[in-house]
């Protein structure tokens, strides 16, 4: 990209969904990238790109990987329904105590850092579109569901904390429904492509009333590194998310229209999941704010999204052939 100053950046979660195809765009307009994470990158080695696989927990390995950074992307987590089902203890351990870390080392190496949270910090608001200063509406701690959305609000507020303690220069993006190439499909868009392609039937359930707002992955990327570049978006949050609401009906009858597979199936969530698990009826964002500021808005519509994720997917054997991790 012209005009751009090369920079050294660490990308936390760099193996993950949102992290490859965030080092894909820092790599290309030159940047310098290292990625920490956990999970051994597949495929080919990427040129430009050092993998430091590490837990964030393990804050020496931490510190190595961010030696020298000028911009810390932490995005890795513990991510996903059937994670905080199966897993709530990491959530916590590793959402919490590993953002610390990360801080930790950007607060000392004097990098910038740009947190990924969720529309999941709003909790069951009920008052959408959600502005950045909306309230967190949560359900029970003897309901698994909030250990995530618990788990990032702590991140925020240490982030924040961070900020106002050791003056580190922090900003925060909320992701809404982030959906696009290389997603686990444990999520609606992915799940439902993944079994379109491998000819299962679609599954909706509750009636596919309930609605989100969904995000192309390559409109969240621009928003992160936009919040990253922006001088004004210092110690600032903001809501990265399309504003188009679309039910969960309608986002399966798109797959089941792209990829010519009808079959339908009807799940009941409660029977599916147990009764630990809280869905909600709507997520919506005002992201008024990164256009102010940021000047982002989504730019890819929904129908777009889908058929480039499907595009994608058919030519992604690999993808295909990793088992479907939906809860039913
Ligand atoms: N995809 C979305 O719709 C969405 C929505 C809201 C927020 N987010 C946030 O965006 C970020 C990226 O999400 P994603 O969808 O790419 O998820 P993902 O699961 O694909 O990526 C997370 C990455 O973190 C790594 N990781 C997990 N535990 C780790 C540990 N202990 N140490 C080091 N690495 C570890 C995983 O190996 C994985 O590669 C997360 O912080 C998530 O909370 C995503």
Not at 5 to 21: A, D
Not at 133 to 154: E, F, H, I, M, N
Not at 230 to 257: C, H, K, Q, R, Y
Request: proline share 5%; aromatic share 8%.
């Amino acid at each position: 990209m012209s005009g751009h100053t090369p920079q050294r950046v660490l990308v936390t979660g760099g193996t993950g969904f949102v992290g490859h195809h965030l080092v894909e765009r820092l790599r290309e307009r030159g940047d310098e990238v290292t990625v920490f994470d956990v999970t051994a990158p597949g495929g080919a080695p990427r040129p430009g790109v050092r993998t430091v696989e590490g837990d964030l927990r393990d804050t020496a390995a931490l510190e190595r990987a961010g030696r020298g950074v000028d911009v810390v992307y932490h995005l890795a987590a513990v991510v996903g329904v059937d994670q905080y089902l199966s897993r709530p203890l990491d959530v916590i351990d590793i959402n919490f105590s590993g953002t610390r870390n990360v801080l930790d080392i950007a607060a000392r190496a004097g990098a910038k850092v740009v947190l990924a949270s969720t529309s999941e910090v709003f909790g069951k608001n009920p008052a959408v579109p959600w502005r950045e200063d909306g309230d967190r509406v949560l359900g029970p701690t003897t309901s698994d569901r909030w250990s995530y959305a618990s788990s990032k609000a702590l991140a925020e507020h240490l982030t924040f904390a961070f900020a106002r303690q050791h003056g580190l220069d922090a900003r925060i993006v909320r992701y809404f429904n982030v959906y696009g190439p290389r997603q686990r499909p444990a999520y609606v868009v992915s799940r439902s492509v993944h079994r379109a392609l491998n000819g299962r039937p679609l599954v909706v359930y509750d009636g596919g009333r309930q609605t989100r707002c969904f995000t192309y992955v390559d409109d969240a990327v621009t928003g992160t590194i936009r919040a990253a570049d922006e001088p004004a978006a210092a110690g600032e949050v903001f809501n990265i998310g399309s504003m188009v609401e679309t039910d969960m009906g309608t986002v399966v009858g798109l797959v089941a229209g792209l990829t010519g597979r009808t079959a339908v199936v009807h799940v009941d969530t409660a029977a599916a999941l147990g009764q630990s698990y809280e869905d909600l009826g709507r997520r919506v964002p005002d992201n008024t704010k990164a256009g102010k500021v940021l000047d982002w808005r989504p730019e890819t519509s929904l129908r777009d999204g889908l058929a480039r994720t499907i595009e994608w997917a058919r030519a992604s054997d690999w993808w295909l052939a990793l088992p479907d991790s939906g809860a039913e």
